[in-house]
């Protein structure tokens, strides 16, 4: 159990180096383009922050804070993103009384914006939708990528960290599918609170 412990801890303390080094990231580019907008987009890191600072210590949180977050990331990535991008979040009314770890599903999130389209002369597209049913939550979120890409579970951190966070947290009570289409990656998540 201590052993199990200590690499959730580790794999805990991942997420916010990764998180940053991604924000960061864009934010310089952002500051080369568009003071204005990288002053925005600070203030929205500050908010993500502050959440990263103070929920984390939680072993569960109400799914609403975790939906705030992304919300406000997504708002960082509005400013950064030129205006061909579309994005939409569905939530169901009743999201705020599920329990939840933090950053399960932040890292889907964070992957489809890394993973997204950059057409010029057509939308790219994100979609997050929630959907809850008693002790289920089912999670999809999908991107427009270009046929070149490279897949989703290749390359960084976020996905084999929430694999695996997954595996510890949700041992039986979990299913994650990634899908890749021709011209979109889809990842549906399905957990089961009890």
């Known amino acids: 159990k201590e052993s199990l412990a ?40 500050s908010d993500v922050m502050r959440y990263q600072l103070y929920e984390p210590a939680a072993e569960k949180i109400c799914l609403g804070k975790e ?25 169901p009314a009743n999201a705020s009384d599920y329990m939840i770890h933090p950053y399960i599903l932040m890292p889907l999130v964070e992957n489809a914006f890394k993973h997204l389209s950059r057409y010029e002369n057509r939308l790219n597209t994100v979609g997050v939708a929630l959907k809850l049913d008693k002790d289920i939550l089912d999670v999809e979120v999908v991107n427009s990528k270009e046929n070149n890409c490279s897949p989703v579970g290749s390359g960084g951190i976020g996905i084999k960290n929430l694999k695996r966070r997954l595996e510890l947290l949700y041992k039986d009570k979990h299913e994650l ?7 979109y990656y889809k990842v549906n998540l399905k957990l089961n609170s009890q």
């Open 6 to 45: 200590s690499e959730l801890q580790f794999l805990k303390a991942q997420l916010q180096p990764h998180f940053l080094f991604n924000v960061l990231n864009n934010l310089y580019f952002m500051m080369q383009k568009d003071s204005q907008k990288a002053s925005e987009a600070l203030l929205k890191l």
């Open 67 to 91: 939906i705030k977050n992304i919300s406000n990331y997504i708002e960082l990535e509005k400013i950064r993103r030129e205006d061909n991008v579309k994005l939409q979040l569905d939530i």
């Open 177 to 183: 599918k990634i899908e890749e289409g021709k011209e």
